[in-house]
């Protein structure tokens, strides 16, 4: 909604544009620049989009300042409190918590939705055994495409509407598949009769020769995890879905972009480098050592789960993943889990260090996360699948939303060109 607008002046011709502000329900106000390439014959400059609003969007709600996260008006603690992650995933998908009816038929239709076709099972054998779960991950969701694409036109809300729910019911079966073919052992199939956390533990521990009975103390913390980690509105991957999604391209291919940017070890892929870093730091002993090379410039070392663009006062999910890291490692008798206390350690000295504070560098979700999961038994190279299949839900709500939108245009941001001037071809033998 626009009422209030800027006045910019063109420094050189003393040109003016009324650049209108645009105000949401909640949150920082931004000034719609559309017209001022139009108007003035200029852009705008803001690399990483340190500034920039690519959307109008009602899903979720971040206030960096005073740590807030809302999916749709509800805030993330009460969600994890007292929510399931499919009552969740519904809510973001739909805009409002569902009836008791509407949530079976959901997760019912989520069930029906879990296995994934023959053909497409056996691309795992095309991976090598120690290929990245996340490396299978992006190709096999890519490849959904081909099984689902003359079947899927995304201007048909039915068929967004079976794209989002087919995709959250597949995730989990081909994170598990991918771990079970990086170990060689059988893929399992899903199991209807379980809820969706119980189904992905059994697929991803179970054998067929062994009778698997899930924890529910797992599934539980499971499903909390999966909620925190459902949506966090413009993020880096939910940005590359919505704009690969922008160009009308199929929409599992649009969420295979997202797999891959969530990779990355500054986004999702911080959960492992937390682990991987504990283990290098090893011992309480060293963490004034590895601390300054975090503070060196020199020094590529970064605290790994430390830091959040948005969060500059606490992250919301860590506060809570704080507290159930605690109640999961009481529940498998590993309260004295060495790598918990050194995080501990680590968080206290870096909460102290001047360094740390001037910057706002606070814990965020993912320097915990990976604790849990280490104490469910999940395999470090598994956390950031983990990860995926908890943002479908949001990587889903947002493609939908964005073709729902009647003013959708391909996103296509400029550039301020700095490489050479017009020059002449210089034939070979001149040069
Ligand atoms: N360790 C040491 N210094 C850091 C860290 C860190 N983890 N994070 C930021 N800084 C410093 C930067 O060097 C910079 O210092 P300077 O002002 O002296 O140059 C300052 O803090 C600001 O950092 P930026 O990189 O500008 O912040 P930005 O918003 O671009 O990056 C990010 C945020 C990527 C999360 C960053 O903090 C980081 O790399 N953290 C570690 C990786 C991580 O945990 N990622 C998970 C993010 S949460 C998620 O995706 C679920």
């Known amino acids: ?57 009602a899903i979720t709600y971040i206030d960096g300042e005073n740590g807030v996260l809302m999916y749709r008006g509800y805030p993330v603690d009460q969600l994890a409190e007292k929510s399931s992650f499919l009552e969740v995933a ?65 201007n048909n809300p039915q068929h967004r509407e079976i794209f989002a729910r087919r995709m959250i019911a597949k995730i989990p079966t081909i994170a598990a598949a991918a771990y079970k073919h990086s170990i060689g052992q059988p893929k399992i199939y899903p199991s209807n009769d379980l809820d969706y956390c119980s189904n992905f533990l059994r697929m991803l521990f179970a054998v067929p020769a062994e009778r698997y009975e899930v924890d529910p103390v797992a599934a539980k913390a499971l499903d909390v995890l999966f909620i925190l980690h459902a949506d966090h509105e413009q993020n880096a991957s939910t940005s590359t879905v919505r704009l690969a999604g922008s160009t009308g391209c199929n ?35 060293n963490v004034p050592r590895f601390l300054e090379k975090a503070k060196d410039k020199n020094d590529p070392f970064r605290l790994m ?7 500059k006062n606490f992250d919301p999910r860590a506060t809570i993943i704080r507290g159930y890291c ?31 504070k001037e910057r706002k560098l606070y814990p965020n979700v993912d320097f915990y996360s990976g604790i849990i999961y280490q104490a469910l038994g999940i395999p470090v190279n598994m956390f950031t699948p983990m990860f995926a299949i908890a943002r479908t839900v949001g990587w889903a709500a947002h493609w939908t939303e964005m073709q729902q939108d009647p003013g959708m245009r391909i996103g296509r941001p400029r550039q301020v060109y700095t490489g050479q001037t017009q020059r002449e071809y210089v034939p070979a033998d001149q040069r």
């Open 90 to 154: 519904y809510l973001i998908l739909y805009g409002e918590l569902p009836t008791p009816a509407q949530l079976d038929e959901f997760v019912e239709a989520i069930t029906q939705h879990t296995m994934l076709n023959e053909s497409l099972i056996k691309f795992f054998d095309g991976f090598h055994y120690d290929a990245h779960p996340m490396a299978m991950l992006t190709g096999i969701v890519g490849s959904l495409s081909a099984f689902y694409h003359d079947t899927t036109d995304i």
């Open 305 to 311: 789960g430390f830091g959040h663009r948005v969060y």
């Open 251 to 285: 929409p599992y291919a649009a969420i295979s972009t997202g797999i891959a940017a969530l990779w990355g070890p500054a986004h999702g892929g911080a959960n492992e480098a937390v682990l991987n870093m504990l283990g290098e730091i090893g011992d309480v002993s």
């Open 1 to 57: 909604m626009a009422n209030k607008a800027f006045t910019l002046t063109h420094p050189d011709t003393g040109q003016t544009s009324e650049l209108p502000l645009v105000t949401g329900t909640l949150g920082t106000p931004a000034i719609d620049v559309r017209g001022i390439n139009k108007d003035q014959g200029i852009f705008t400059f803001d690399p990483a989009f340190t500034s920039t609003c690519s959307c109008e969007s």
């Open 326 to 356: 605690h109640q999961v490692l009481e529940h498998y008798n590993m309260q004295n889990n060495q790598l918990f206390e050194l995080a501990l350690e680590l968080e206290r000295i870096a909460l102290e260090d001047d360094y740390f």
